[in-house]
C-alpha cells in the first residue's frame, strides 16, 4: 500500500526501549490497548504468579546462604543437627518449588486466555470495519495485502500482550525486588551490578528503532508478496493459459529474495543487540566474585595455630555465595527484556499497520438523521446527476433520468460510456459527486444504507457463489427463509431440476466462486437467491452474454418471472436481448445520447442504430439487399 506506507514513515515514533514503547503516547499503541483492557484482571494474575514464579529462586540464594555460613560453618552445631537442618531447609524448598509449578500453569493459562481474548476482539472489529469501507478503497487495494493484516499482523500483535502486557511487568517488578534485596545484603556489590544498567538501556535506545524499522519493512514486504500471489492464485486458468508459470516462478522467488534480505537486516539487528546486551551481564557476575572474592579474603582468614578467624566488618563465603546466586536472578529479567525487545517492536510495527486500515474513513455513511425506507414502489429519478472516481475526470456527466415503477429499463451503449457506474450509483456503492438520486421522491443518502440495499437485488455478470453448499449460496439472500421458500425459489430460477440431480443435492459443496458449477448452474443460482430476496429494484448486468443457447434459454425464462413487478435495470451488451425493454437508455461518454423503444431508436438513425447495425451485420445487409431488390422489380 504505497501511499499509506509513506504516511506511516512520516509519522513513526522511535522507541527508545521497552518501557519507552510502553509508556510514549503512541495512537496505535493506545487503541490497541483499548482491546486489552477488559481483560486486565487476567493479566495481572499472570504477572502476580509470574513473580512468585521468579521469586522462588530468590529464596533459594538466601537460603544457600543460610546453609553455608548458618549450617556448615557453625562451630555450635552437632553433625545430626547440621544434617536435620539441611534436610528441613532443602524439603520446605522443594514444596515451593512444586507449589510455584502449579502457579506456572495458571500464569500461562491466564495470560494465554487474556492474548486470545484480546485478538479476538481487535480481529472481529478489523474485519467489522473492512465490512464498511467502499468499494473504491478494495478497488485500490490488495485482497492479500488486507489478508496480511487481518491475519499475519494481528499473530504478531497478539505477542504484545504476552510479552508487554505480563512478561515485562513481571520482570519489572521482580528486578526491582531482586535489586531491594541486594542493595540489602551488600550495598557495595549491588551498586556494581547496577552500573552496567545504564550501558544495557543504551542497547535498547540505539537498536530499537531500527530493528522496528526492519520490521516495518520486512512485514510490507510480506503484505506484497501475499497479495500478488492471491491473484495469481485466483487467475491460475490465465496463467496456465498463456504458459506464465515461469515467469511467475521467477517473480516470486525475486519476491522472496527481497523478503529474505529484509528477514536478514532484521536479524543482524536483533543479533548485534541480543550479543551486547549478553556481554554486559556476564560481566557483571564477574566483577562481584572478583571484588567479593577480595573482600572474603580480608575478613576470612587462618590464625597462627591453623584456625579460621572472621573479622566482624566484611564479607563472609555464605553472603557471597547468596550474592552470587541473585545475580542470575536479577539478570534475568533484564536478560528477558532484551529478548522480547524484538518481540515488542515487530509488535508494535503491526499494530501501525492494523491501525492503517482502521484509519480509512469509508466514503458511504448513513447521513445525521437518515431513516429507513418501507414499501417502496421503486421510482428512481437521476437529478443533474454528476460521478467521478477521481477529481477532474468525471464519469457521468449532468445525467436527468426518471424510471417508474415496474419498469425495465436497458442501459446500453459503447465501452466505458458508463453504464455500471450508473447503476452502482443507486444502492450507494459509490456517492454522486453533483447532483441528487431519488428513490419514491426520498433522496436516497437520506435513508439509511443498509434499507436502502434490503431494496435492492443485484445479478452480476460474472456470478460469484461463495465456498459451502447450493443451499447456503441461496439463503445469502434471506438467511432467515426456510428451507420450503429456498426450494421455491430454485424452481422459479429454473435451477431446481438440476441441483436435486446433484449428488447431495442443495448440500452439494461448491468450490471458491462456485467452482465445480456450469456457468449457467452458477447464473441460476444466483437468481434464485435474487428470488428468496425478493427485492423491488432489480440490477442485472447481462445475466446470459457468456452462455449457451441451451443455458440462455433456461435463464430467460427464469429472468422473464423474476421481473415481474418490479423495477429493473439491465446494463445489456448484447442489444438482443433488450429489444423488449419498456425504454432504452444509450449512454456515450457519461452523456445520455438517446431514451426511447427499440423500434423508436432504431427509426432516430442515432447511435443505437449504429451499436444494432454492428452486432447484427448480416441482418442489417440482408434488409438492404430486399430493399434494392425491391425497387428494382
Known amino acids: 500500500m504505497t501511499g499509506s506506507r509513506s504516511a506511516v514513515h512520516g509519522s513513526r515514533l522511535v522507541h527508545p526501549g521497552v518501557f519507552a514503547s510502553l509508556f510514549i503516547a503512541s495512537s496505535p499503541l493506545r487503541r490497541f490497548l483499548g482491546y486489552v483492557r477488559p481483560h486486565l484482571l487476567l493479566l495481572a494474575g499472570a504477572t502476580l504468579l509470574g513473580v512468585v514464579k521468579f521469586g522462588m529462586p530468590v529464596v533459594w540464594s538466601v537460603a544457600a546462604g543460610m546453609i553455608v555460613d548458618g549450617v556448615l560453618q557453625s562451630g555450635s552445631m552437632t553433625l545430626e543437627d547440621k544434617q536435620h537442618s539441611i534436610h528441613w531447609i532443602c524439603s520446605g524448598l522443594a514444596a515451593g518449588f512444586m507449589l510455584c509449578g502449579i502457579g506456572v500453569f495458571f500464569r500461562h493459562y491466564l495470560a494465554s486466555k487474556a492474548q486470545y481474548l484480546g485478538i479476538l476482539g481487535l480481529r472481529v472489529a478489523l474485519f467489522q470495519h473492512m465490512q464498511r469501507l467502499s468499494l473504491s478503497f478494495y478497488s485500490r487495494e490488495r485482497t492479500g495485502s488486507l489478508l496480511s493484516r487481518l491475519f499475519s499482523d494481528i499473530e504478531l500483535a497478539r505477542n504484545f500482550i504476552g510479552s508487554a502486557c505480563t512478561n515485562i511487568w513481571m520482570d519489572a517488578v521482580t528486578a526491582v525486588l531482586i535489586g531491594g534485596i541486594m542493595l540489602y545484603q551488600d550495598r557495595q556489590l549491588a551498586l556494581l551490578v547496577f552500573a552496567l544498567i545504564p550501558f544495557q538501556f543504551f542497547c535498547f535506545r540505539y537498536f530499537n528503532p531500527r530493528i522496528k524499522e526492519s520490521s516495518l519493512q520486512m512485514q510490507q514486504r510480506l503484505a506484497e508478496m501475499s497479495g500478488h500471489v492471491h491473484e495469481k492464485l485466483t487467475g491460475m486458468a490465465i496463467v496456465q493459459a498463456f504458459n506464465g508459470e515461469r515467469k511467475e516462478q521467477r517473480r516470486f522467488l525475486s519476491g522472496n529474495l527481497e523478503l529474505y534480505h529484509e528477514q536478514i537486516s532484521n536479524a543482524r539487528f536483533s543479533a548485534f543487540f541480543h550479543a551486547i546486551f549478553h556481554s554486559f551481564s556476564v560481566i557483571a557476575p564477574l566483577l562481584v566474585l572478583w571484588v567479593g572474592a577480595s573482600r572474603v579474603l580480608h575478613t576470612v582468614h587462618l590464625d597462627s595455630a591453623g584456625g579460621m578467624t572472621t573479622r566482624q566488618a566484611g564479607l563472609s563465603p555464605g553472603e557471597l555465595t547468596s550474592f552470587l546466586l541473585l545475580i542470575p536472578q536479577f539478570q534475568t529479567p533484564l536478560t528477558r527484556f532484551a529478548d522480547l525487545n524484538v518481540v515488542v517492536q515487530n509488535s508494535l510495527a503491526a499494530m501501525e499497520r492494523i491501525f492503517e486500515i482502521f484509519d480509512v474513513v469509508p466514503d458511504i455513511v448513513d447521513r445525521p438523521g437518515a431513516g429507513d425506507i418501507q414499501s417502496v414502489r421503486g421510482r428512481i429519478e437521476f437529478r443533474d446527476v454528476w460521478f467521478e472516481y477521481s477529481p477532474g475526470s468525471p464519469i457521468l456527466k449532468d445525467v436527468n433520468l426518471i424510471i417508474e415503477p415496474h419498469s425495465t429499463v436497458a442501459l446500453v451503449g459503447p465501452s466505458g460510456a458508463g453504464k455500471s457506474s450508473l447503476v452502482s450509483l443507486i444502492p450507494r456503492f459509490f456517492d454522486i459527486s453533483q447532483g441528487q438520486i431519488f428513490l419514491d421522491g426520498n433522496d436516497i443518502r437520506d435513508i439509511r444504507v443498509k434499507s436502502l440495499r434490503d431494496q435492492i437485488g443485484l445479478i452480476p455478470q460474472e456470478v460469484i457463489l461463495f465456498s459451502g453448499t447450493i443451499e447456503e449460496n441461496i439463503l445469502y439472500g434471506n438467511p432467515s427463509a426456510t428451507q420450503e421458500q429456498v426450494r421455491q425459489a430454485a424452481q422459479a430460477a429454473n435451477a431446481h431440476d438440476f441441483i ?4 447431495d443435492g442443495y448440500e452439494t459443496l461448491v468450490g471458491e466462486k462456485g467452482t465445480g458449477l456450469s456457468g449457467g448452474q452458477k447464473q441460476r443460482i444466483a437468481i434464485a437467491r435474487a428470488f428468496l430476496k ?3 429494484i432489480l440490477i442485472l448486468d447481462e445475466a446470459t452474454s457468456a452462455l449457451d443457447s441451451e443455458s440462455e434459454n433456461a435463464i430467460s425464462k427464469a429472468l422473464s418471472q423474476l421481473l415481474i413487478g418490479r423495477t429493473t435495470l439491465i446494463i445489456a451488451h448484447r442489444l438482443s436481448t433488450v429489444m423488449n425493454a419498456d425504454r432504452i ?29 454492428e452486432q447484427f451485420k448480416v441482418l442489417f445487409a440482408f434488409d438492404r439487399h430486399s430493399e434494392s431488390s425491391a425497387q428494382i422489380a
Open 500 to 503: 436435486i440431480a446433484l449428488p
Open 534 to 536: 425478493d427485492p423491488p
Open 585 to 613: 437508455i444509450v449512454l456515450e461518454e457519461g452523456h445520455i445520447r438517446e431514451t426511447g423503444t427499440h423500434g423508436s431508436l432504431l427509426e432516430q438513425d442515432g447511435l443505437y442504430r449504429r451499436l444494432c447495425e
